[in-house]
Structures are given as structure tokens and as C-alpha cells.
């Protein structure tokens, strides 16, 4: 699974908001979907590397795409 650290919570949903990403619910998880992928994003600052490199390939981006939707 590809590594991506560091990420805190509120970024990656920023940059999955930029990729056409909507969320759907909130709780102790984000869930966010496009219409076709659904992703779960945990509350947690930072999100584990492999977890956030897992929805990063869940939502069908590559790691440098979604590095920079970080930005």
C-alpha cells in the first residue's frame, strides 16, 4: 500500500472535495462518496499512512494527484 504521511483529517477531505467528492455523513468517521466511490476518513490527526494511502487508491487517485489536491 503506498504511504502518505503525515495527512491531518481536514486536509484530506479539502482534497477529496477537490477531486468531486461530497460528504455524505459525518460522525466519528467522514464518509464522502463521488456518486460512484464511497470513502470513510477517521477523525484521526494525522491519518495513519497506510490507512490514507488505502482511500487514496479507494477513490482512484494516484498519490501524486492527490499530493496535489493537497496544496
Do not use: W
Request: no cysteine; aromatic share 6%; proline share 6%.
Amino acid at each position: 500500500m503506498p504511504k502518505l504521511p503525515g495527512v491531518n483529517h481536514l486536509d484530506a477531505v479539502r482534497a477529496f472535495e477537490k477531486a468531486r467528492f461530497r460528504i455524505v455523513r459525518q460522525g466519528k468517521h467522514i464518509v464522502m462518496s463521488d456518486g460512484v466511490r464511497i470513502i470513510t476518513i477517521p477523525r484521526n490527526n494525522p491519518v495513519n499512512a497506510y490507512t490514507m494511502g488505502g482511500l487514496v487508491v479507494d477513490a482512484g487517485l494516484t498519490i501524486e494527484t492527490f499530493k496535489k489536491l493537497l496544496r
